[in-house]
């Protein structure tokens, strides 16, 4: 089992729709968790962290944390074409021999359509 | 601020030859990363640096060196190129504290190896 599994892709949203990413992690010392986004040929850019249990939003992103399901989403409300990009969801541990390392999973690519 | 800047953009090597990838940051952090991305993957770890004077393997350090010349700057050498590491590498840099490791990236290097 990978450490960080992503729900696989591609996605595919219209315009306007609610784009919904998944990610698990299996490590329960996990404490901080990221969505980065990376366009084709780029680098990553962090778009949202989250660190404690329930929803952060942040313009039309909101990060979903469950510790107790070991489960992270981002929703990214009002798609627009711009979104279509790789999302990266990145977990960090702070135990003594991690400390401040990310563990990343392979990503979901979406793909909005006008 | 450049952030974090990476050179060269792009190398292609033949196999068995060497190169030092280079990396620096000027946003004072204390911890550096290098990672390799290979095509529909995430981001797998090959050593990083905690601190100045600090190194320590990642996921995947077989093949590699680092070197942490100062706070600001952190190579990465092939010291015999293989054809399994013809990749994408990004650098990183974050500032640790507290539960939080949003990490910057480098535009990338995109390495050929023959």
């Known amino acids: 089992q990978k450490e960080v599994e992503q729900n696989s892709g591609p996605l595919s949203v219209p315009e306007g729709a609610i784009a919904s990413l998944n990610c698990t992690y299996s490590?329960?010392?996990?404490?901080?968790f990221f969505w980065y986004r990376q366009y084709s040929g780029k680098s990553p850019e962090l778009i949202m962290f989250?660190?404690?249990?329930g929803d952060k939003e942040d313009g039309r992103f909101t990060a979903q944390l469950n510790k107790a399901s070991q489960y992270v989403s981002l929703l990214i409300r009002d798609s627009q074409p711009s979104d279509s990009a790789t999302y990266l969801c990145?977990?960090?541990?702070?135990?003594?021999?991690?400390?401040?390392?990310?563990?990343f999973g392979d990503g979901t690519t979406l793909t909005v359509k006008p | 601020n450049a952030g974090v800047t990476q050179t060269p953009k792009f190398q292609v090597l033949k196999t068995g030859q060497s190169m030092t990838l280079q990396c620096a940051q000027d946003m004072n952090h204390n911890s550096m990363y290098w990672y390799r991305q290979d095509p529909g993957m995430g981001l797998r770890l090959i050593y990083y640096?905690?601190?100045?004077?600090?190194?320590d393997k990642g996921e995947v350090p077989n093949g590699y060196n680092v070197s942490r010349l100062n706070k600001r700057e952190f190579s990465l050498r092939l010291e015999s190129a293989a054809p399994s590491q013809t990749s994408v590498y990004f650098c990183a840099s974050s500032e640790l504290g507290g539960e939080y490791n949003e990490q910057f990236f480098g535009p990338g290097t995109r390495l050929t190896v023959l």
């Open positions: 490590d329960r010392g996990s404490q901080s």
């Open positions: 990145a977990v960090n541990h702070l135990r003594s021999t991690n400390a401040g390392k990310s563990t």
């Open positions: 989250i660190y404690s249990n």
């Open positions: 640096s905690a601190s100045e004077g600090t190194t």
